[in-house]
């Protein structure tokens, strides 16, 4: 349209001036090769720059790009800036890193999903640097010794009763524990109320080694604390003095199995799994922790929770994962607990190893490839009010728990968590039982600023809040 109006604009022209038209004429006769040049040239550049078109991004400064702004990415609020700013998919250069924020849980799944084999590599500078340990299941690329890796740890954790139902009995042994211990701390506390961190740290190290190596531990054991530093030598070696081969009772059983089996690549390849369990010593606290406090602000929020759980489960019987579908509103509270508390502010880094197209643009080899599940989360378009803490935006209208697609906290496609089934189960079954017996206040008086979801860093931690806990 606007092109048709320069040519009309244009045989206008040459019309009016007098000899214009000739001259012209005679003109492109006279140099007709240099114009075919030029214009198959301009052609040919304009096709180039479309084809590599980075995302749109801020220009930030030569040789730097925006590292000056490097701490605003680290509490996920520069990422909310450029999502408004420039859309769904992001290229900032931050040093020597070029990164490609994905805004979107659809395109974040169009790359991790649709695209494995492009999009599921990790990136192995600045990433592996930031870790302990540079080879586990993590950090290595997506490869054959990644797919042994994940195979074996998904049917490890399996066998050792996750997927059996075993393990969810221990879940509710350690819950009984933990609610002795929180009686205990609150009666020597009184008014002022209890941290819950330490007490559900102490829960998550014995359900690792629940997993590991079978065993409880009091809250002051020395062994504990030796085994919470990853000194597992001395377990293996009880392990291999007491085992059956082939009938692991838990994790170290099974990677002796597979130690002492023919693949002698797989010793590597499971001591990169061994070294990862202790992530849930963080992320299991952290989840119950905000949910807790969550449901304590809001008093009616609690009073439906406690509802929900005299109906369904009742006081006298323990919860148990069959109530799992029953119990709508828990879920909606956990789910809405993921989003607004953002526990980890992005997922992982994935990379490219060569390049590729997405959503129109080009992804460079290399660039690191960043999930902005906070920016999704706290997106007014997709959650109204995304600061308030609402588990009712997670139920249908006959109050039935409706997963939301947007919500992705262990992240989508192979490389997503593979303790995802893991977390869930416990996060439910702890979360029921402590409901169900307790009734959570917050006291009086303290800052509750943290609880609308103000954006800080990679492992948000409600570290200075205290609870009231009343046995219902
Ligand atoms: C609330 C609890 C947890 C959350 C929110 C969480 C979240 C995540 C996220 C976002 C990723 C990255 C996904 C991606 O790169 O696209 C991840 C990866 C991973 N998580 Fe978790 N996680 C949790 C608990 C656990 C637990 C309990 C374990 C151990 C059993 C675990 C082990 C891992 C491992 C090994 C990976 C790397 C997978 C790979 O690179 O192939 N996580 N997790």
Same mark, same amino acid.
């Given at each position: ?153 998904m049917s490890s954790l399996k066998n050792c009763g996750f997927g059996s139902g075993s393990l969810d009995v221990k879940v509710l042994s350690e819950a009984d524990a933990l609610i002795f211990r929180l009686e205990k701390l609150q009666k020597e506390a009184g008014d002022e109320g209890i941290s819950l961190d330490e007490p559900l740290r102490w ?138 508390? /953002? =526990? $980890?502010?992005?997922? !992982?880094?994935?990379?490219?190893? #060569?390049?590729?197209?997405?959503? %129109?643009?080009?992804? +460079? ?15 007014? /378009? =997709? $959650?109204?009010?995304? !600061?308030?803490?609402?588990?009712? #935006?997670?139920?249908?209208?006959? %109050?039935?728990?409706? +997963? ?69």
């Amino acid at each position: 349209m606007v092109g048709s109006k320069w040519q009309s604009f244009g045989s206008w022209l040459l019309d009016k001036v007098p000899g214009c038209k000739e001259d012209a004429r005679q003109f492109a006769q006279e140099h007709k090769w240099e114009l075919l040049i030029v214009a198959s040239s301009s052609y040919l550049a304009y096709k180039a720059i479309q084809l590599y078109r980075l995302p749109p991004g801020p220009y930030g400064i030569p040789c730097i790009g925006c590292l000056l702004n490097a701490e605003g990415f680290s509490d996920g609020s520069e990422q909310q800036k450029f999502k408004q700013k420039y859309g769904n998919i992001v290229s900032v250069q931050l040093g020597s890193d070029l990164q490609i924020w994905l805004n979107s849980a659809d395109l974040i799944k169009e790359a991790f999903v649709n695209n494995t084999n492009e999009f599921s590599h990790r990136p192995d500078s600045l990433f592996r640097h930031s870790f302990k340990f540079q080879d586990d299941i993590i950090s290595i690329p997506f490869d054959e010794e990644w797919k042994k890796s994940k195979k074996f740890l998904m049917s490890s954790l399996k066998n050792c009763g996750f997927g059996s139902g075993s393990l969810d009995v221990k879940v509710l042994s350690e819950a009984d524990a933990l609610i002795f211990r929180l009686e205990k701390l609150q009666k020597e506390a009184g008014d002022e109320g209890i941290s819950l961190d330490e007490p559900l740290r102490w829960i998550a190290a014995n359900l690792i080694c629940q997993i590991i190596h079978s065993n409880h531990y009091e809250e002051d054991d020395p062994e504990l604390k030796e085994l919470m530093a990853m000194s597992e030598g001395k377990k293996i070696t009880e392990h291999e003095a007491t085992r059956t081969s082939s009938e692991p009772r838990d994790f170290i059983d099974a990677y002796l199995d597979e130690k002492a089996g023919p693949n002698l690549n797989y010793t590597k390849m499971i001591d990169n799994c061994i070294m990862f369990l202790p992530d849930s010593l963080d992320t299991l606290p952290l989840a119950i922790e905000w949910l807790v406090l969550y449901v304590a602000r809001f008093p009616h929020t609690q009073t439906i929770l406690h509802k929900e759980l005299d109906d369904i489960v009742g006081r006298a019987r323990e919860p148990q994962l069959k109530d799992k579908a029953k119990l709508n509103y828990l879920e909606a509270c956990i789910v809405e607990t993921y989003r607004l508390a /953002n =526990i $980890f502010s992005a997922l !992982l880094p994935h990379t490219v190893k #060569r390049e590729v197209r997405l959503a %129109g643009y080009t992804i +460079p080899r290399g660039a690191s490839i960043h999930g902005n599940t906070i920016g999704i989360n706290l997106d007014p /378009n =997709i $959650f109204p009010n995304p !600061l308030e803490f609402r588990p009712e #935006r997670h139920l249908d209208a006959d %109050g039935r728990f409706k +997963p939301s697609e947007h919500v992705i906290p262990f992240g989508v496609g192979p490389r997503s968590c593979p303790g995802q089934s893991l977390s869930k189960m416990e996060v439910f079954l702890l979360a029921a039982k402590l409901f169900q017996t307790f009734q959570f206040d917050f006291p009086l008086n303290q800052d509750d600023s943290c609880l609308r979801g103000r954006l800080v860093g990679r492992r948000r931690r409600p570290k200075e809040h205290k609870i009231i806990v009343k046995k219902r």
